[in-house]
């Protein structure tokens, strides 16, 4: 049986990583939304987005086995949030959020293991290094996409 998995914002790049998965051929990849409608925009209307993107699944003739995509916000986002309005599977919006908030994801961290960096956040109108902190730093956004911008900061 071939299981129907639509892909938010798939292109050419991801189909092409997807065609050489493992069992490929169990799946049928569907393009749910194009990049262009996701991405590379000054704002992105999130709502109509998920309404644009379940008014399509529910559309489609067949059954749908998941949901998935490859990309940070707004895809990382409307995926558990289509999953749930869907009944599929997927993780909770909120633990896809605390992975990719870099300083929750880091409090997350520490609260289960011993082997996690050194972090803490700074105040950029009274910028201190932050206790239990030396330079060499890299100073990141809390949420950004590709870690940019990042910066490394050697002294004050």
């Known amino acids: 049986m071939v ?3 639509f892909v ?3 292109d050419d790049h991801s189909a092409a990583i997807l065609s050489r998965l493992p069992d490929a051929g169990r799946y049928h990849f569907h393009r749910l939304l194009s990049a262009d409608e996701l991405l590379f ?3 992105i209307p999130l709502p109509a987005l998920l309404a644009a993107a379940q008014r399509q699944v529910e559309a489609f ?3 749908v086995h998941a949901v998935i995509g ?3 916000f707004p895809v990382s986002t409307m995926v558990p949030m289509l999953c749930q309005r869907l009944g599929l599977r997927w993780a909770s919006l909120e633990s896809v959020v605390k992975c990719e908030h870099k300083y929750w994801s880091r409090l997350e ?3 289960v293991i011993d082997e996690y960096p050194r972090f803490g956040l700074v105040n950029f109108d009274q910028p201190t290094l932050p ?3 030396r330079y060499l730093i890299w100073v990141k956004p809390i949420k950004s996409v590709a870690s940019a911008p990042a910066y490394r900061v050697d002294d004050r």
């Open 3 to 5: 299981e129907n998995v």
């Open 8 to 10: 938010v914002g798939l």
């Open 41 to 43: 925009r000054d704002t």
């Open 61 to 63: 003739d067949g059954p």
């Open 70 to 72: 490859f990309w940070d």
């Open 109 to 111: 961290q520490q609260r």
């Open 131 to 133: 206790d239990g902190l």
